[in-house]
Structure formats: C-alpha cells, structure tokens
C-alpha cells in the first residue's frame, strides 16, 4: 500500500509539473515582447486617476496606513501603491526608462518631480466635483503645481525641475470612472439610472482634458474602465445578480462597456475639436477581460478570487477584514493570481496589462507610448 501511494503521489508531482511548465510555455507565448522606447526627449508625464495607478498618494496626503503584504513584491515593502508589487503606470514608465512617478502630495519629494507627477488618489471620482479628490480637484492640483514650478524656475532655483516647454510635451494620463459606476451601484441606483449618470461622468473628463489643453498641454492618454463585475469585492457583496460564462457580474460589466463607449466617442470628438492635440484612447477593458476569460493561458489560477484578504474561496474577500488586516490571509508568493485584493489587480496582472497597452493592439489612434518624447 506504501509503495502504491508513494507511486501515486510522484505521478501527482509529476502530472502538477508538467501543467505549471504548459502554462508558463503559454504564457511565453502570449506575452507581447519587450517595447524599446525611442525617447529623444525627457520623458515627463503626469496622471490623473483612482487607486488603479495611485503610487503613494492617499498615504503621502492623508497619512493612511497602507501595511505589507502590499508591495512585498519587487519593493519589498509597502509604498502605498494598493497592490503587491508594481502598477500599470509603473510598468508604462519603466518601458520609458524614467523614474516611477511620484505623489504630487509627498511633501517630501518636491526636488525630485523632474518627470512630472501623479496626482491619482484612491477612491477619487469625478463627481462630485469639488470633494477631495475628484478629478476636477487634481486638475486643480496640477494647475498650482505647474505655476508653482515655473515660479521657482524663473527665480533661479533647482534647474533640474520641468520647464514650460516641459509641460508643453508632457504625456497627460487620464484613467478614472470605475468608483463612479461603482459607488452609483453601491447606492442601490437601477442599472438605468447608472447609464443615465454615464454623460455627466464623461463631461467631467472632457472638462479635466479641455483645461489641461489649455493649459498647454497637447498629449493626452486615455484608459476606460475595466470589467467592474469580475472584481471579487462586488461578487461578494453583490447578490442574486446575473452571471456571464466566466461568473462576473453582467449588469457592472454591461454600464462598464456603456461608459466606455462613450469615453470612446467623446476622445474621438475632441481629436476634431482640440486643435493639434493627440488623444489616444485605451481599451483596458478588453485587456482585463481577456485575463480572466483566459486565465489559465496566461498561467493564472482562480481568477475570481483575491490573493489577499478573508473567507476563503470562491472570492476571498470580506469588507469587514480588509488586505493586511488582523485575521486576513495572503497567497503565496509563487501563486499567479489576477486580483491581490478583491478590487486591484496583482503585479502580475499588471506586467500583462501593461504589456498589452505598449502593444499598441488596444490603442487608437495606434501610436506607442512613447509617441511624446521620441520627436
């Protein structure tokens, strides 16, 4: 009987093996190669957003406590980015060769904001308009940050910090809307009633576009909002909802694709009317979708569930025992997950995202990343 189990459990070793090497064989083979930038140019970029590409900043503005397990991977420690490791925009920025950016609020980094900033914060919608911090408030931000620079500029100080010729070739990134469709659901509103709301969310980005326009800026980067129904967190708290072929929650992901579209045609809209301004729109959406629908192609095991919180399969999430919290539990390093949290997605996910994105296969108009800095 020994010697019969001990047969078993090496077939079991043997057939695991083989599995995990087909799936990081498969994973070689849908991955994008490797994007070499042609920046002739000082790459600066500044980015307006949520938690999706939040590098520091509600930690650096408020003081919040964002503890490991998040950044135990490649930072070692956590940097208050809501994820293990690194984010799109981080992955965007070294396919760049520039430095990570950094929170417009780390009061301590002033001297360092040579390649612009990120004024994303966790949470942040765009309506309302005047609550910190809304799109409409980091735009603000930017517009004090800007004339703040070029004050210190003229009166000799760090010559190092951006120009207004800086400004005027800076990349600005736009990647907010997913808590406005979110908190509108949370609100218990009709799916009716969330695709209703859908114009005010979107005039509210062509407001941020037109003022940074204005302001001289001519290069603009746009991402829609992601399948909000495949996220652990609303699969947990959402109940009796209709369920697509791959479980995610169809009503979210159909408002999601609403917003989308709409996003779609208002940056083809002001291609026309913003004169000499390049608008690329991204179609993160399809990108994450795909992740999930096709998970095991990409090496990754159960993509509904987070890597990091409480209560176990199908979702591991429980509001009340957040990440990193007493009581959570954490995946092992050497497990593929999508979601590291319920709601964010692992560094993982994030290398594949970003991939996709300097791909240019999700761009419209399809120009590289690095179309701002390589003229």
């Known amino acids: 009987m020994a010697s019969s189990s001990l047969l078993s459990s090496h077939s079991h ?35 307006f957003g949520d938690s999706n590409s939040d590098t520091g900043g509600l930690v650096a503005g408020l003081g919040f ?17 809501l994820s293990d490791g690194r984010l799109i925009i981080d992955f965007l920025c070294q396919s760049l060769k520039t430095s990570f950016l950094i929170p417009y609020l ?89 695709v209703n709301m859908i114009p005010s969310i979107t005039r509210e980005i062509q407001n941020a576009i037109k003022t940074l326009y204005d302001q001289g800026g001519r290069n603009f ?35 999601a694709k609403m917003f989308n579209e709409e996003l779609r045609r208002l940056c083809q809209k002001m291609r026309i009317e913003m004169r000499g301004a390049a608008i690329v729109y991204v ?32 979702y591991n999430y429980n509001m009340r025992v957040m990440c990193g919290q007493a009581g959570s539990q954490v995946c092992d390093e050497g497990t593929r997950r999508i979601s590291w949290d319920g709601v964010h997605y692992s560094e993982a996910a994030n290398s594949i995202v970003a991939s996709k994105v300097l791909s240019t296969a999700y761009s419209t108009p399809r120009l590289k990343f690095d179309f701002f800095c390589s003229s």
Not at 115 to 122: K, M
Not at 223 to 238: D, E, I, Y
Request: proline share 5%.
């Open 13 to 47: 070793s043997h057939q695991s093996l083989v599995l995990t090497l087909l799936a990081l064989f498969l994973l070689l083979l849908s991955a994008v190669s490797p994007v070499v930038s042609q920046c002739k140019n000082r790459p600066v970029i500044f980015n």
């Open 65 to 81: 406590t964002v503890s490991l397990p998040n950044g135990r991977v490649f930072f070692n420690r956590s940097t208050g980015r």
């Open 106 to 194: 780390d009061s301590l980094a002033w001297s360092r904001f040579t390649n612009g900033a990120s004024f994303a914060i966790v949470g942040s919608s765009t309506l309302p308009k005047y609550v910190p911090f809304s799109l409409n408030i980091q735009v603000m931000q930017f517009t004090r940050f800007k004339a703040r620079t070029l004050e210190l500029i003229a009166a000799g100080s760090n010559p190092y910090l951006i120009t207004d010729e800086g400004f005027k070739k800076a990349l600005y990134i736009i990647d907010i809307g997913q808590n406005d469709i979110a908190d509108s659901f949370a609100k218990n509103m009709s799916y009716v009633e969330v």
């Open 221 to 255: 980067w746009v991402h829609n909002t992601g399948p909000l129904g495949c996220l652990p967190q609303k699969l947990s708290l959402v109940k009796n909802q209709k369920l697509d072929q791959h479980g995610c929650i169809s009503s979210y992901n159909d408002a």
């Open 283 to 314: 179609d993160i959406y399809s990108i994450k979708y795909d992740l999930i629908a096709n998970s095991t192609k990409y090496g990754f095991s159960s993509p509904l569930m987070a890597c990091c919180g409480a209560g176990g399969p199908p």
